[in-house]
C-alpha cells in the first residue's frame, strides 16, 4: 500500500503514541478499531527520543497492519542513532512491512538541553529522509522495462516504494534562526526524497493557508497536511504551547478557562477544531492530519463537527 492523497474522498488521517503500560494497549486497540472504521489514508505512530518506544512502536504499527486495512505510517527520529544504527533501525521496519514514514530530527530527550551533543550521526531530518531512500532503494527490485524504438534494449531501474513524510512548521520552529529557515529545511527534505508534509499544530486557519503560500512561492511541491489538535482542557493547551512553542491562542485559551466542567471544554475543543478544520479545507488543504492523543471519541467528533464526515464519498471508502 502507499499513500494517495488526490483521490476523493477527503482525505483523513490520524497520530497516535505506543502506548506508556500494558493496560493501555488492549484501550489504543479499541481506538484504532474506530479510527480505522473512517477509512483514513494512514495512521501514524510516534517514535520517542532516544529511540525509548522504538520497539513498542513497531509492535503497534504491526498491530494496525494486521488488523486494519489502513496504511501505518512510522514515525523515526535522528536522535541518539550512528548512522549504521539509524541504517539497521529502518531495515528492520522495511522488514516488517512498513513502507511509509515521517522522517523527525527529534527533540532532546528529558533531561538533555539543546545545547547537549543528543542527536547522533545524522543531525537533521534531511539527513534521515535520504538514508530512507537510500536503503529502500538498494532493497528495492531491479525492474526491466523495454525501450521503445531499441528492440532488445532495456533501462533497468529500480523503483521507489516508500513515502517519506516530513513535518513543517507553519509559525516557525521554536529554534529557527529566522522566519524563512523553516520553509529553507522544507525545501531541503522535499530535495532529499520527502514525498509529503504534515504541519505542526497551529490555532488559526491563516497561519497554515499563509504557510502553504509562501511554501509553493518558494518552490515546495509536495502536498502539505495541516496538523490539527483539539485542545479540550487548559492543562492540555499549557502542555502543548510548552512543548511546541506556538504563541498563546488567547480566544480558546479565555473559552476553556471559563468553561467551569470537563464535558464542556470537551465542547469547546471539538468546536474550535471542527471550524479550524473547515476553514482549511475550505482553504484548499489537501486533507486533516489530527492528533488523536490515543482517543477516538473527540477526533471523530471534530471531523463530524466539521462536516467532513457526513460527506457520502467518505461514508462509501469507510464500506
Ligand atoms: P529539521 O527539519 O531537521 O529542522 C526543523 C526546523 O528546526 C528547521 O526548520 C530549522 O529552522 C529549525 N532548527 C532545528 N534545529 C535548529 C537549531 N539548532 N538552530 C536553529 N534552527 C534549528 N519528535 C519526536 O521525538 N518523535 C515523534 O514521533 C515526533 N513526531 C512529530 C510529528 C509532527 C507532525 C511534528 C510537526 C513534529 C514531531 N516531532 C516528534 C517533533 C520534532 O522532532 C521536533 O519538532 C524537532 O525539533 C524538529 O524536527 P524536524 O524533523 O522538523 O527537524
Known sequence: MSIDLSAPPLPISFE??????????????????????????????????????GGRSLELLSHIQRETRVEP????????????????LIREFLDAGITSFLALRGDPPVGVAEEDVYLGDLESAAQLVQLIDRVQ?????????LIPGHPGAARVEKRSKV?????????????ALHASSD?????AK??????????QLFFHADDYLGFVQRSRAAGVTIPILPGIMPITSPKRLRRVLELSGEALPAELAIALEVEPTAEGQREVGIAHAAQLARAVVDGGAPGIHLYAFNNHDTVLAVLREAGI????????AAR
Open 309 to 316: 464526515l457526513a460527506h457520502p464519498s467518505q461514508k462509501e
Open 163 to 175: 513515502d517519506i513524510a516530513v513535518a513543517a512548521f507553519p509559525n516557525g520552529h521554536p529554534r
Open 73 to 88: 505510517l512510522a514515525h523515526l527520529t535522528c536522535v541518539g542513532n550512528t548512522w549504521a544504527g539509524a541504517n539497521a
Open 137 to 145: 532503494a538498494e532493497r528495492a527490485p531491479y525492474t526491466e522495462a
Open 16 to 53: 497516535v503514541y505506543p502506548p506508556r503500560s500494558e493496560a493501555g494497549v488492549a484501550a489504543l486497540h479499541e481506538t484504532i478499531r474506530h479510527l480505522a472504521e473512517v477509512a483514513p489514508r494512514f495512521i501514524s505512530v510516534t517514535y520517542g527520543a532516544g529511540g525509548s518506544t
Open 190 to 199: 522535499q530535495a532529499a526524497g520527502a514525498t509529503l508534509a504534515i504541519t
Open 183 to 187: 520553509i529553507d529545511a522544507l525545501l
